[in-house]
């Protein structure tokens, strides 16, 4: 289930390739994106592709509560800086998760897509260490190792948010196909531990495990 590159950008080009192509074949895709380090690098080769992103409706993961959209870590913010500035996205297109999302993705079909990146304590989106597989969308409380993680983004501890909306376990188990990226040595073990063992609440995904559709990429640098 997991595959292995050579390097983060090798990991890079490759996902940006599939997105691009899932795009190509399909106009209107329904595609779910991450934040945070890891995907960086596939924004940057995604951009390049010459791709009509006009009908392309896209549904981010999660985003902090508290801190305003424009603030420069949100997760809006983010996202302008790495992909929307740089397509022909429409605006109407872009979706954050509020309490709306999940009868909204059942009433078009769910998403197409979905690209995921995946916490030190095995977290998906916001859902931390026992979040029920079958959670829906919602306000989440970040843990304290999520909060020590992502201080690297902010001048300290104390100003990242306490809390957040993620998109749920079970919103995200009914993507159609999904991809999961990881890079760097210190996060093999948690991508081992919910590959290759046991599916349990205290390694969210491990529950992705269970998905037909379901590919795993790791490059260790
Ligand atoms: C954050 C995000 C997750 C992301 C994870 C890993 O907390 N909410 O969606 O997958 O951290 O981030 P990074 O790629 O920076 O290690």
């Known amino acids: 289930m997991i595959t292995l590159f050579e390097n983060y950008n ?18 209107n895709l329904r595609l779910g994106l991450p934040t945070g380090s890891t995907p960086i690098g596939m924004y940057k080769n995604l951009i390049q592709f010459d791709l009509d992103w006009s009908n392309v409706k896209t549904y981010n993961l ?12 949100s997760y809006h913010t983010f996202m302008n800086k790495n ?3 740089h397509v022909n996205l429409k605006k109407e297109f872009i979706h954050f998760p509020d309490k709306n999302l ?8 769910g998403l197409d897509l979905l690209i995921l990146g995946i916490g030190h304590n095995g977290h ?7 979040s029920s597989p079958t959670s829906a969308t919602r306000r989440v409380k970040l843990t304290k190792e999520t909060i020590i993680a ?6 300290s501890e104390d100003e990242v948010p306490k809390w957040a909306f993620t998109m749920g376990l079970k919103t995200i188990r009914e993507s159609k196909r999904i991809i999961l990226i ?12 919910c590959f290759n063992g046991d599916v349990t609440k205290d390694r969210p995904a491990s529950v992705l495990q269970m998905h037909p559709n379901i590919e795993v990429f790791y490059a260790p640098q």
């Open 124 to 130: 998906i989106a916001f859902n931390e260490p026992g």
């Open 102 to 109: 999940d009868t909204h993705l059942k009433q078009v079909g």
């Open 10 to 27: 090798q990991m890079s080009e490759y996902v940006a390739s599939i997105v691009a192509e899932e795009i190509t074949n399909n106009p």
């Open 150 to 155: 992502n201080s690297r983004f902010f001048g």
């Open 62 to 73: 999660d985003e902090y509560e508290g801190i305003g959209e424009n603030h420069p870590q």
């Open 83 to 85: 992909l929307f500035l």
């Open 182 to 193: 990881a890079n760097g040595q210190d996060k093999w073990d948690i991508v081992n531990n």
